[in-house]
Nanobody, 116 residues
Framework: QVQLVESGGGLVQPGGSLRLSCAAS????????MGWYRQGPGKERELVAS???????DYTDSVKDRFTISRDNAKNTMYLRMTSLKPEDTAVYYC??????????WGQGTQVTVSS
């Protein structure tokens, strides 16, 4: 059973930066598509960025040129580098592993608050 643990969230001022990490247990990380999602107050959960097993990335428009998703298969870890943070980026950020259409797992989430 794969487990995902997010870390790196916190309180940051507008314009600041954070790096989130998502560490996965098990042996399927390297062949899985990984994604960062977020759910802001009163909002639905949305896909922020994804990276497939080949390293191809995709971003939602609101974070393009500000966020960078990456992965280190040797460490079974995915990252989200967030820069130029805005108050509207405030949310709980979740990582998701998708090994196939039939198998996926979520992390427990990490809170990111952007406020002065």
């Amino acid at each position: 059973q794969v487990q995902l643990v997010e870390s790196g969230g916190g309180l940051v001022q507008p314009g600041g930066s954070l790096r989130l990490s998502c560490a996965a247990s098990g042996s399927i990380f390297s062949r899985s598509t990984m994604g960062w999602y977020r759910q802001g107050p009163g909002k639905e959960r949305e896909l922020v960025a994804s990276i497939n097993r080949y390293g191809d990335t995709d971003y939602t428009d609101s974070v393009k040129d500000r966020f960078t998703i990456s992965r280190d298969n040797a460490k079974n870890t995915m990252y989200l580098r967030m820069t130029s943070l805005k108050p509207e980026d405030t949310a709980v950020y979740y990582c998701k592993l998708s090994e196939s259409p039939y198998y996926s797992r979520w992390g427990q989430g990490t809170q990111v608050t952007v406020s002065s």
